[in-house]
């Protein structure tokens, strides 16, 4: 919906201005990092598609030995966010025209802005809670939290801080090997 309805850079309000819909694209991974051009992009996402086969063994795994169900909802989420970003850098240059200064639009296949495994994920969620007060030194005037995110990247980061705050549970030692131990 934001590719095909917003220009690049193009920002519209949502709750205040506290919540935005802001369209940038990502040519690599978190934040806008990228690794060395087209080479760089190839080997990014084979590393994400063979990350997507050990998310879907693991899964498995968690699913023949019983594990927390809450662990495998997590990890399934972690997967569907992983499979969003995935399918952006896969299909997306070759489905879509450039956005840069106008709405892209559907294009025929393979005609697109860039070639297989190319494609730009489309980030589009920006919260700017507040500005860092002037007088604090070297950060003073600058959005407390600047990141451009979507939502593939929300499931992706919210599923591994779930794993983290409940790890514990999800990770116990059974009791039996506890007691022997």
Known sequence: MIKTSMVLGQETKVLGSWFKLHFVENEGMAMGISW????????????????IGVIIYYIYTLVKTNASK???AIM???LAGAMGNVFDSLFYGLIFGDSTHEVASFVPWGTGY????????VDMLS??????????PGYGGQKFFPFIFNIADAAISIG??????????FF?????????A
């Open 36 to 51: 060395g051009g087209e080479l760089g992009k190839y080997s990014l996402t084979l590393f994400r598609i063979v990350a």
């Open 70 to 72: 809450g662990l495998i």
């Open 76 to 78: 399934a989420l972690v």
């Open 114 to 121: 860039k070639s297989f495994m190319q494609g730009n994920v």
């Open 127 to 136: 919260f700017q809670l507040f500005r860092i007060p002037n007088w604090i």
């Open 160 to 169: 591994i801080i779930l794993i983290i705050v409940f790890q514990k549970r």
């Open 172 to 180: 116990a030692e059974p009791e039996q090997e506890k007691s022997a």
